[in-house]
Structure formats: structure tokens, C-alpha cells
């Protein structure tokens, strides 16, 4: 499991953990859409390097 995988796996179980909460609290909406944010990006990076490209 690499660590984006389990950045990943965590963010998951916290969402489905804390879901009623985020529904009615934005700042953390908004502090987990950052979150996922980096993490889309740090998988989107880490498949460029793995093909070979220039990030």
C-alpha cells in the first residue's frame, strides 16, 4: 500500500466517519475539499513520473 493509498484510504473512512458532520459544518467541507484537492494532484504528479513525463 503506497502512501497515497492510505492518505487516500484515511480521508475515506474519516468522510464516511464524520459524514452527518461535514453535511452541516462548511469549514471543514472546505478543509477536506483542500484535502482531497492535494491528494488528486499528488496522484495525478505520481502517475506523470511513473510514465516518465516532466511534472
Do not use: P
Amino acid at each position: 500500500m503506497s502512501y497515497i493509498d492510505r492518505w487516500s484510504y484515511q480521508i475515506n473512512r474519516f468522510v464516511s466517519d464524520k459524514e452527518t458532520l461535514f453535511l452541516t459544518d462548511t469549514y471543514c467541507n472546505r478543509k477536506l475539499h483542500q484535502k482531497s484537492y492535494k491528494l488528486i494532484h499528488a496522484k495525478r504528479k505520481h502517475k506523470l513520473k511513473a510514465v516518465g513525463l516532466k511534472v
